[in-house]
């Protein structure tokens, strides 16, 4: 390897399943280019919290190493996902006096106003995954993006606050670090997910991104350039597989192979007689049965999407519409469902436009994994090296501090959304 090669890892970590994407940063500009993907199953998760340590680290270091051997590298660091209902955003405000008249406003300035805006809106048992400042205010000037090197006495900030809480965050990391790998920066993964399939004119117009994956759906709105509003249901796929399961009278594996191979979102013409293969025995059930399970549980998930839309404002009020993303958005006919149910514009994103072996990853199950891959591509260099690929063989160094490490990249990566 050679050593002034910069590698990005990110690794998302699902309740049913990790996946994991290694890219090599091309040239000056750092151009990712995908050199190894890798999945793995995981257990020991409930409702995309750590239930149990060994599980997911076992997953993490399946999946890592698949997408290693695959890539010829080693990881040591990666930016990583949380997920969960914990995840919540509130809105902050606050105000500091920034010195004399003359004087410029500084980083020190905006990091200080953070924490007056965030304390006593936080409680003690969370932690602050990131800041999104919506505006600045500088002496009655209003509207203000980026104050830092204008002049002025007083600013104020308007901002929205990302935080989970903090023995979540701890156990994902310690799942991590068992695996021996550097969760160095953590990130909401319907974040990260929007990262990899919005384009920044939906990010300005008003979208949101749903992340439906296999226990847990997450709804992330913006507006203005802006992370609005984050929530997460405890409802995702694999909901659907169990109810098939219930209804169909029939094994959870079965139930599953129904959902990916027949199920679909809307209504189909007709009525069929469905037959799945099982361990060499051929299981038949009706498409009426399938259709009316499938559609009660959509009809579930996406009134309680819709009230997610609701308590952000924006409910029917996206010119962008809504992206769909996670595995279960690969259900036949989703997108008209959601289009239907959500009187909003809908399609399903798929992480597209890398190089390498990135055709594999080219899924909507990918575009979490995609987005922390591509976070981590934008810290590379910035963290003393941590956005690297390094060796594995050698003893990594426990995370001891692990919260202050856990900051995410959601203010930064906002504008760098994909044209």
């Not at 940063?25 to 149990?52: C, E, F, W, Y």
């Not at 199920?263 to 361990?279: F, M, P």
Request: charged share 25%; with cysteine.
């Amino acid at each position: 390897m050679q050593e002034n090669s910069r590698y990005a890892v990110g690794i998302d970590i699902g309740t049913s399943t990790i996946r994991c994407v290694v890219a090599h940063l091309d040239g000056a500009g750092g151009h990712p280019s995908v050199v190894g993907i890798g999945k793995a199953p995981n257990t020991g998760m409930r409702k995309g919290v750590v239930a149990n340590l060994q599980g997911p680290a076992a997953a993490i270091d399946a999946a890592l190493g698949e997408a290693e051997r695959m890539s010829g590298y080693q990881v040591d660091y990666a930016t990583v996902s949380i997920n969960g209902s914990h995840i919540v955003s509130v809105k902050a405000d606050g105000m500091i006096a920034v010195g004399a008249m003359d004087h410029e406003v500084s980083r020190e300035d905006l990091s200080r106003l953070e924490d007056v805006a965030t304390t006593g809106k936080v409680p003690a048992n969370r932690e602050i995954l990131e800041v999104v400042p919506h505006s600045y205010i500088l002496d009655g000037q209003d509207n203000i993006k980026q104050p830092q090197g204008m002049t002025g006495t007083r600013l104020e900030i308007r901002a929205n606050v990302v935080s989970a809480l903090a023995p979540h965050l701890q156990n994902l990391q310690k799942a991590a670090d068992m695996a021996k790998v550097d969760a160095h920066t953590i990130v909401p993964s319907v974040l990260a997910a929007g990262r990899a399939v919005l384009k920044e004119p939906q990010v300005e117009n008003g979208v949101a991104v749903i992340d439906i994956g296999s226990a847990t759906t997450g709804v992330a709105v913006f507006e203005e350039g802006d992370l609005q509003y984050v929530g997460i249901i405890p409802v995702g796929g694999g909901n659907i597989t169990n109810d098939l399961a219930i209804g169909l009278k029939t094994d959870p594996e079965i139930a599953e192979q129904v959902k990916l191979k027949h199920a679909v979102a809307t209504g189909r013409d007709g009525s069929e007689g469905i037959s799945v293969k099982h361990e060499n025995e051929i299981h038949t059930f009706s498409s009426d049965d399938i259709d009316e399970i499938v559609e009660a549980r959509l009809e579930e998930l996406f009134d309680a999407i819709n009230k997610e839309l609701k308590k952000a404002g924006r409910a029917g009020q996206l010119p962008s519409g809504v992206v769909l993303v996670g595995g279960t958005s690969n259900l036949k006919h989703l997108a008209e469902f959601a289009k239907q149910r959500l009187g909003l514009a809908a399609r399903v994103g798929k992480p597209i436009g890398f190089g390498g072996v990135a055709e594999e990853a080219e899924q909507p199950e990918y575009a979490a994994a995609i987005g922390l891959m591509l976070i981590d591509a934008e810290g590379a260099g910035s963290n003393g090296g941590k956005s690297g690929v390094h060796s594995r063989k050698g003893d990594v160094k426990a995370a001891k501090d692990s919260l202050k490490k856990a900051s995410g990249h959601v203010s930064k990566f906002l504008g760098k959304f994909k044209v």
